[in-house]
């Protein structure tokens, strides 16, 4: 909680703190009270990454406005637009400046406890702390050193299931983390799950309240309190090849003077026979009364080497009450794709899909005719198995809409010289044509990786160099040259015996 929610409202802050110590003090008596059972036991998974990123920042430069020309209307110095004020002696632009490099790292923790000798009972926690070995100040979040993604006391049994603490919910509405608890039914007839939880809501898809530093970028437009979130869920398995879900979830401002979000969403999914599946979503916004993502995918593979997919959807994308956001009324686009995948070899797959996408209309008025609402988008990708020993994947992907395209492809090769060890290189490149502005360069990359599985336990690394093909230096485009690298260690703790991270 930051200095302000504190300065905001003392006394319900005092309030909440209060009721956080008292349900961690229960908790704690609740363990300590127990009778020892059965030896306790912990588990818990450890992760080390280090990176190495080069990043070329924009700065600021200048030139005398008699060495730029005046082209339909604008100043022109070379190929690079330029901005000039009236009567200035200078035209300023942004330019690639010289290349700065960091290092941040990141510890992840997973521990899990149980064998209190109440049957169900555990605690599980999930921990993140940072640093950085270099420049902290272009790296995000590099400052903020340690985060709780996800804490909490569960008792579990086959028909129900209780936790206190911080918890998220992964669902059609998205990710959303709350500081409260949760309570959880089963019936077994229809196999019925019932789900009620609730607390003090997170940001949405961050682990961090809405009033964390982290979030500082709002300025003005950022909550001053916490928001509280509570929410519903039920699913169902009424046919043992059928499923459905529904969930209904809202957030309220803290002092109950507003809604800052309130949406449900449904899921349901039917396999009539094993070649065909049937699967649907959708959710609406009850705050705006709009309907955010719907879709529907039909499955059908005729043959074990066949694979045919379908799919129609709709998105709108979706933001709170609380942001100035949702006053802009976010176009939603609608499409069709298809998903062809061919295994015509054991150690053969193939994969092709296209996609279209048509925007609805804007309503904003522009100074030029616009060509077309359109989005295609291609792919294809293959992997081959040659042997034990080796492997080989490639991939190539395109887009192409109004004002912008992206032209990609990658290839991948992993050897195992033995069960324990994958030494593998990669080549990729990408070119893309952006917001009006033709890129003719291309980006290459050629990199390598590995990863050994060791007593400790699981070692890997990788190292990519990029190279910005620039072929004309002065149309004004960022310079996408530099070296990432990344290592890393994965292992696996505690008291059970243990397997490979």
């Known amino acids: 909680m930051t200095p302000r929610s504190w300065a905001a409202n003392p006394a319900r802050t005092a309030r909440r703190c209060t009721l956080i110590a008292v349900s961690c003090g229960v908790a704690l008596t609740t363990l300590w009270t127990v009778p020892p059972a059965r030896a306790q036991q912990w588990r818990g998974r450890a992760s080390t990454r280090v990176q190495y990123v080069e990043l070329r920042p924009f700065r600021l430069d200048s030139v005398p406005i008699g060495n730029t020309v005046l082209t339909a209307g604008q100043r022109m110095f070379g190929n690079r637009l330029v901005t000039c004020a009236p009567a200035a002696a200078f035209c300023f632009f942004y330019a690639s400046d010289e290349a700065v490099s960091t290092a941040p790292l990141v510890q992840d923790l997973d521990l899990t406890v149980w064998g209190f000798g109440v049957e169900g009972l555990r605690a599980y926690v999930s921990t993140r702390f940072r640093a950085s070995l270099a420049d902290e100040e272009f790296w995000p979040r590099s400052d903020d050193h340690f985060d709780l993604i996800r804490g909490f006391v569960e008792l579990k049994r086959s028909r129900y299931r209780f936790r206190l603490g911080r918890d998220f919910q992964v669902s059609g509405l998205g990710f959303y983390g709350y500081d409260g608890g949760s309570a959880q ?30 979030l500082a970028a709002l300025e003005e437009f950022q909550p001053r309190r916490r928001n509280y979130l509570f929410g519903f869920r039920a699913s169902a398995r009424p046919i043992s090849n059928g499923s459905i879900e529904a969930i209904y979830q809202k957030e309220i401002q803290t002092n109950r003077s507003g809604i800052a979000s309130e949406r449900v969403a449904f899921e349901a999914s039917y396999r009539p026979i094993r070649e065909l599946s049937l699967e649907g979503h959708a959710d609406y916004d009850l705050g705006t009364g709009w309907w955010g993502k719907a879709g529907t995918s039909i499955g059908w593979s005729p043959i074990t080497k066949l694979f045919l997919e379908g799919r129609v959807f709709r998105y709108r994308p979706v933001f709170d009450l609380q942001t100035i956001w949702a006053a802009f009324s976010p176009t939603p686009y609608t499409g069709y794709g298809l998903t062809v995948g061919v295994r015509p070899r054991p150690d053969l797959s193939i994969r092709v899909e296209g996609e279209r996408r048509d925007y609805a209309d804007t309503e904003a008025e522009v100074p030029f005719q616009v060509t077309t609402d359109r989005t295609w988008r291609a792919g294809a990708s293959a992997s081959w198995r040659a042997n034990r020993h080796l492997d080989v994947q490639g991939a190539y992907h395109l887009d192409f809409t109004f004002g912008s395209a992206l032209s990609a492809g990658e290839a991948r090769v992993n050897t195992h010289p ?49 190279r910005h093909d620039r072929r004309d230096e002065a149309s004004g485009l960022p310079d996408w040259t530099q070296v990432r690298a990344s290592f890393g260690l994965a292992f696996y703790i505690g008291s059970e015996p243990g397997r490979r991270p």
Request: proline fraction near 4%; aromatic fraction near 14%.
């Open 418 to 466: 033995f069960d324990k060890l994958t030494v593998g290189a990669r080549f990729s490149a990408f070119q893309q044509l952006g917001e009006f502005r033709v890129g003719e360069g291309r980006v290459w990359s050629l990199g390598g990786n590995l990863r050994y599985e060791t007593p400790l336990g699981t070692l890997w690394g990788a190292v990519d160099r990029y």
């Open 185 to 214: 039914v089963r019936f077994r007839p229809g196999r019925i799950e019932l789900e009620a939880y609730g607390g003090w809501g997170l940001a949405r898809g961050l682990a961090e309240p809405v009033t964390s530093d982290a």
